[in-house]
Every structure is written in structure tokens, then in C-alpha cells.
């Protein structure tokens, strides 16, 4: 052109476009003035079209910080994005991911569900191992119970210390001291077993933990059980007029070996077709596992249990017969009320042991077999030591054979 200004046609004839990018600014006297902050030049190749040339632009208002041109702000992770009804797409909700669930993209439009042994982290944007829960031995609960377990079983050796000491005395030949060093023992492994309960559970510890809970505990029943026997016994063969033998040593000898033994098959065969296993429960808790031993065969498991209540019955039913022995001849009635005791826990165990989540299950367990030791120890010994250290005026043959008895000869 005349003025010098090229001009340029496409293909078709027309011209190029080319256009000022003016902007509407104030000057220092308020007035509205027109600054050409860029330009359009189509003729130029791509990527030179467009040229902007630095001077600050003012939007609506007089702002300098360009504003958006979003509908919605971006979703971060841990956000998903929920479409909004009746509005652009370009405008949505961002709704935080469910528990379990994450995100870790910035928009995302789903979340992703954390695979079973994980959980999602506090901003919901990884998945991170879940929190596995057992029984152990650094949390107060199971230093307080191993605590309790360990006093137990000491408190056990010093009563048989005790009448290891004084077993030329005679409440500690009428209470017949095999049986009762051979309970005394029993207790004391009844006290250290509940210490297998205590820890991660592992394939022997789950084996281990409920066999020697059953055959300790049917070794102790059957223990009561012969002392009740012995008891009954050689008072009706004291008698006058009576022939009813005593209660010989090998035949009390035989008779815990057979009722142990009983128990030692029903855990060996209970080991041997579905024994005790550590399982994850993930069902119970979904933000945690809970590290447990599945019993394996639930009929096992009752089995043992209601073998040890069987002896419990019968030692409880003796000794129930035998309360109108002489008063002073009252170890029947300490196996009464120490039979009382046992059944009470192990009946109180049952609903709580079913209802009881993850790790408390088992403290409700170790519960009950220490609640249920400490009953033995106390009702059955406790009265003895306390004639024997506090009231050995009492420890003679003449107090413990009774005046009915005396005036019966």
C-alpha cells in the first residue's frame, strides 16, 4: 500500500486479520484511556501470531491479578469430583474420598477402594498398611495380666513352700499332701499358661495356647477331684460300724492320670484334624486387623471345655454331698465354694468370650483363667496356711479330726 503497509490475502482472497489487543485503563487523572497491551497477526507463522508486549494489564474493578475463568476450583487428592445437576461440566463438587478409599490425582473423577489389608491414610490420598492388633506384651493390658499371671503362680510356690515346711503337721497330712503338691503344681501352670495367650499369635503359640490350657486345667479338676473323692471316702470309712475302704494312693494315682489323659487325647485329636491357626480378621474392624487364633474346630474347642466343666460338675455335686461333714473338717466346703467360683467365671466366659472384639476376646480368656486359679489357691488353701501361720494351736490332730467325731470313737 501507499502508506506502507503490507497487506495479505489467504487462498481464498481475504484478507489476514490482524488486531490490537487494547485495554480500558485509568490514567492519574481518571480519565478512561485505550493501552494496547498485544497483538493478532495471522500472517505470521504458528506460535508468532500472538504477541504480548508486558504492560500490566487492569481488569474489572482496577484488580491486577487476572481472575479465573474456572467454574470450580480443582479437586486435590483425596477429593473427587461430583458433577453438579443442571450446571456445566466444567462445574462440579469436590466430595473427600470414603474411609478406605483414596485419590492421588488433582481432578480426579473416582475414587479407588484400598485393597483389604490396607486403609487409607488421614488425607485420603495413599493407601497405608492397616494397624494390626494383638495382645502384647508392651501395651498396659497385657502387662497388667502377665503381671497378675506371674504373682499367681509365685503366690502358688510359696503355699507350696509352706507345706513342704510343715508337712509332718496334721492339716497338712489330712488334707493329703500328694494330691495337694500335685494341685499346687497344676495351679502354678495354670497361672503361667494364660502367659501363651499373651503376643502375636503365631502357629505354635495358637496350638499351644489352648492345649495347655485344657490339659492344665483337667490336671487341676482332676486333682479337686480326687481330694473330694479321698475326703468323702475316708470319713465314711472313719465311722463306726462302717467298712467302706479308703481311698488307696495308687488308686487316687490312676484316677488323674485317666481323667489328664482323657483330655490329653481330645487336644492331640483336635491337634491332629483341625488345630488352631492365626488368622486376620478383617471382617470384625474395617480400619485395623486383628490378629487372632481361629480355633479350627469349634467342636474341639467346646470339647475341652466342657470336659473341664464336667469335672468341675462332679468335684462341685461331691462336695455339695459331703458340706455335713464335721465342722472342723471343712475341706469339702472350701472345694464347695472354690467349685462355686469356677463354675460362676466359666459360665460368666461364655457370652462375654463371643462378644468380646479382637484382642479383649482374649483378655476375657486369660481373665477367667486366672479369676478362676486365684478361686482354687484361695478357697482351697487359703484357710490351711492361715491355721497353719496365724493359728497353729489349731494345727493338731485333735482340732482336725472334730468332736463329733471324737465322741463317735
Given at each position: 500500500?501507499?502508506?506502507?503497509?503490507?497487506?495479505?490475502?489467504?487462498?481464498?482472497?481475504?484478507?489476514?486479520?490482524?488486531?490490537?489487543?487494547?485495554?480500558?485503563?485509568?490514567?492519574?487523572?481518571?480519565?478512561?484511556?485505550?493501552?494496547?497491551?498485544?497483538?493478532?497477526?495471522?500472517?505470521?507463522?504458528?506460535?508468532?501470531?500472538?504477541?504480548?508486549?508486558?504492560?500490566?494489564?487492569?481488569?474489572?474493578?482496577?484488580?491486577?491479578?487476572?481472575?479465573?475463568?474456572?467454574?470450580?476450583?480443582?479437586?486435590?487428592?483425596?477429593?473427587?469430583?461430583?458433577?453438579?445437576?443442571?450446571?456445566?461440566?466444567?462445574?462440579?463438587?469436590?466430595?473427600?474420598?470414603?474411609?478406605?478409599?483414596?485419590?492421588?490425582?488433582?481432578?480426579?473423577t473416582k475414587c479407588t477402594q484400598c485393597s483389604l489389608e490396607y486403609w487409607s491414610n488421614g488425607d485420603k490420598s495413599?493407601?497405608?498398611?492397616?494397624?494390626?492388633?494383638?495382645?502384647?506384651?508392651?501395651?498396659?493390658?497385657?502387662?497388667?495380666?502377665?503381671?497378675?499371671?506371674?504373682?499367681?503362680?509365685?503366690?502358688?510356690?510359696?503355699?507350696?513352700?509352706?507345706?513342704?515346711?510343715?508337712?509332718?503337721?496334721?492339716?497338712?497330712?489330712?488334707?493329703?499332701?500328694?494330691?495337694?503338691?500335685?494341685?499346687?503344681?497344676?495351679?502354678?501352670?495354670?497361672?503361667?499358661?494364660?502367659?501363651?495367650?499373651?503376643?502375636?499369635?503365631?502357629?505354635?503359640?495358637?496350638?499351644?495356647?489352648?492345649?495347655?490350657?485344657?490339659?492344665?486345667?483337667?490336671?487341676?479338676?482332676?486333682?479337686?477331684?480326687?481330694?473330694?473323692?479321698?475326703?468323702?471316702?475316708?470319713?465314711?470309712?472313719?465311722?463306726?460300724?462302717?467298712?467302706?475302704?479308703?481311698?488307696?494312693?495308687?488308686?487316687?494315682?490312676?484316677?488323674?492320670?485317666?481323667?489328664?489323659?482323657?483330655?490329653?487325647?481330645?487336644?492331640?485329636?483336635?491337634?491332629?484334624?483341625?488345630?488352631?491357626?492365626?488368622?486376620?480378621?478383617?471382617?470384625?474392624?474395617?480400619?485395623?486387623?486383628?490378629?487372632?487364633?481361629?480355633?479350627?474346630?469349634?467342636?474341639?474347642?467346646?470339647?475341652?471345655?466342657?470336659?473341664?466343666?464336667?469335672?468341675?460338675?462332679?468335684?462341685?455335686?461331691?462336695?455339695?454331698?459331703?458340706?455335713?461333714?464335721?465342722?472342723?473338717?471343712?475341706?469339702?466346703?472350701?472345694?464347695?465354694?472354690?467349685?462355686?467360683?469356677?463354675?460362676?467365671?466359666?459360665?460368666?466366659?461364655?457370652?462375654?468370650?463371643?462378644?468380646?472384639?479382637?484382642?479383649?476376646?482374649?483378655?476375657?480368656?486369660?481373665?477367667?483363667?486366672?479369676?478362676?486359679?486365684?478361686?482354687?489357691?484361695?478357697?482351697?488353701?487359703?484357710?490351711?496356711?492361715?491355721?497353719?501361720?496365724?493359728?497353729?494351736?489349731?494345727?493338731?490332730?485333735?482340732?482336725?479330726?472334730?468332736?463329733?467325731?471324737?465322741?463317735?470313737?
Amino acid at each position: 500500500m501507499k502508506s506502507g503497509e503490507r497487506v495479505y490475502f489467504d487462498e481464498n482472497g481475504d484478507p489476514t486479520a490482524i488486531y490490537e489487543l487494547v485495554n480500558w485503563q485509568r490514567d492519574q487523572a481518571g480519565e478512561t484511556v485505550f493501552v494496547t497491551v498485544g497483538n493478532y497477526n495471522a500472517s505470521l507463522p504458528k506460535g508468532d501470531q500472538f504477541a504480548m508486549n508486558g504492560i500490566q494489564i487492569v481488569w474489572a474493578d482496577n484488580p491486577l491479578k487476572r481472575p479465573r475463568s474456572v467454574c470450580s476450583d480443582s479437586c486435590l487428592p483425596g477429593y473427587r469430583q461430583a458433577e453438579i445437576k443442571g450446571m456445566p461440566v466444567c462445574c462440579f463438587s469436590c466430595i473427600p474420598c470414603a474411609a478406605g478409599e483414596i485419590s492421588n490425582l488433582t481432578d480426579s473423577t473416582k475414587c479407588t477402594q484400598c485393597s483389604l489389608e490396607y486403609w487409607s491414610n488421614g488425607d485420603k490420598s495413599r493407601c497405608v498398611p492397616k494397624v494390626v492388633e494383638f495382645l502384647s506384651f508392651d501395651e498396659t493390658m497385657g502387662i497388667l495380666l502377665a503381671a497378675i499371671s506371674l504373682v499367681g503362680a509365685c503366690l502358688t510356690i510359696v503355699v507350696s513352700l509352706i507345706f513342704f515346711c510343715f508337712r509332718e503337721t496334721p492339716i497338712v497330712k489330712a488334707s493329703n499332701s500328694e494330691l495337694s503338691f500335685l494341685l499346687l503344681f497344676s495351679l502354678t501352670l495354670c497361672f503361667l499358661c494364660s502367659l501363651t495367650f499373651i503376643g502375636r499369635p503365631s502357629e505354635w503359640s495358637c496350638m499351644l495356647r489352648h492345649t495347655a490350657f485344657g490339659i492344665t486345667f483337667a490336671l487341676c479338676m482332676s486333682c479337686v477331684l480326687a481330694k473330694t473323692i479321698a475326703v468323702v471316702i475316708a470319713f465314711q470309712a472313719t465311722m463306726p460300724g462302717n467298712t467302706v475302704p479308703q481311698c488307696s494312693i495308687p488308686l487316687q494315682r490312676i484316677s488323674v492320670f485317666s481323667c489328664t489323659l482323657l483330655q490329653v487325647v481330645i487336644c492331640v485329636l483336635w491337634l491332629a484334624l483341625a488345630p488352631s491357626v492365626p488368622v486376620k480378621n478383617t471382617a470384625h474392624a474395617t480400619e485395623k486387623v486383628i490378629l487372632e487364633c481361629d480355633v479350627g474346630s469349634a467342636i474341639g474347642f467346646w470339647a475341652v471345655l466342657g470336659y473341664i466343666g464336667l469335672l468341675a460338675l462332679l468335684c462341685f455335686v461331691l462336695a455339695f454331698l459331703a458340706r455335713k461333714l464335721p465342722d472342723n473338717f471343712s475341706e469339702a466346703k472350701f472345694i464347695t465354694f472354690s467349685m462355686l467360683i469356677f463354675c460362676a467365671v466359666w459360665i460368666t466366659f461364655i457370652p462375654a468370650y463371643v462378644s468380646s472384639p479382637g484382642k479383649f476376646t482374649v483378655a476375657v480368656e486369660i481373665f477367667a483363667i486366672l479369676a478362676s486359679s486365684f478361686g482354687l489357691l484361695f478357697c482351697i488353701f487359703g484357710p490351711k496356711c492361715y491355721i497353719i501361720l496365724l493359728k497353729p494351736e489349731k494345727n493338731t490332730k485333735k482340732h482336725i479330726m472334730g468332736k463329733s467325731h471324737v465322741k463317735s470313737q
